[in-house]
């Protein structure tokens, strides 16, 4: 049962809690750009892939959804959504929906279950993700990794 964590994070919020998934399952952790968009990661060699990413006036960042929107896999997968964010609104929904478009057009089934947490910016949710997100994003990682296989 392999595992890898996927996620594109502009401040590192979101990078915090996907290497805090990634040590929890020992797996890989792997930063999307518009440069690499992971080229080099096997994605049909894994049976579990978590994507993360923050929220940018209300839709994923760019990064991650041109990936999601590009990659090609041989087999549908299962897939888990995790997002730091600042709190604002229903935008938080409005990604999870925009990703799992993507993800289930290409007929992959995308958990119910995601996991979501602040990322502070400037002044606002300043120290998040603290200690308590992180332990929280664990404990959401290892349930999903156990009712997934
Ligand atoms: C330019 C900008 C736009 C943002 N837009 C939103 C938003 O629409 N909704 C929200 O809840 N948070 C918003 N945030 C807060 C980020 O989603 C939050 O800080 C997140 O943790 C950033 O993740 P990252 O550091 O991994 O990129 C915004 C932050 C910035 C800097």
């Not at 399952?25 to 096997?42: F, G, H, I, Y």
């Not at 894994?46 to 209300?58: E, M, R």
Request: hydrophobic letters at 35%; a positive charge; proline letters at 2%.
């Amino acid at each position: 049962m392999k595992q890898i964590v996927l996620y594109a994070s502009k401040g590192g919020n979101t990078g915090k809690i996907a290497d805090e998934i990634a040590q929890e399952l020992m797996c890989e952790s792997v930063k999307v750009t518009q440069t690499n968009l992971a080229n080099s990661v096997d994605l049909d060699s894994c049976d579990l892939i978590f994507v993360g990413t923050g929220i940018q006036y209300g839709n994923p960042n760019q990064d991650i959804v041109d990936y999601l929107k590009t990659v090609s896999l041989k087999k549908p997968k299962v897939f888990a959504l995790f997002l730091t964010w600042g709190g604002a609104g229903k935008t938080k929904q409005d990604v999870i929906a925009k990703l799992k478009t993507i993800l289930e057009t290409k007929g992959n089934r995308v958990s119910e279950d995601y996991f979501v947490c602040y990322g502070g910016w400037n002044f606002l949710r300043r120290g998040h993700p603290n200690r308590e997100d992180t332990q929280a994003a664990r404990v959401w990682a290892k349930k999903i990794a156990n009712t997934n296989i």
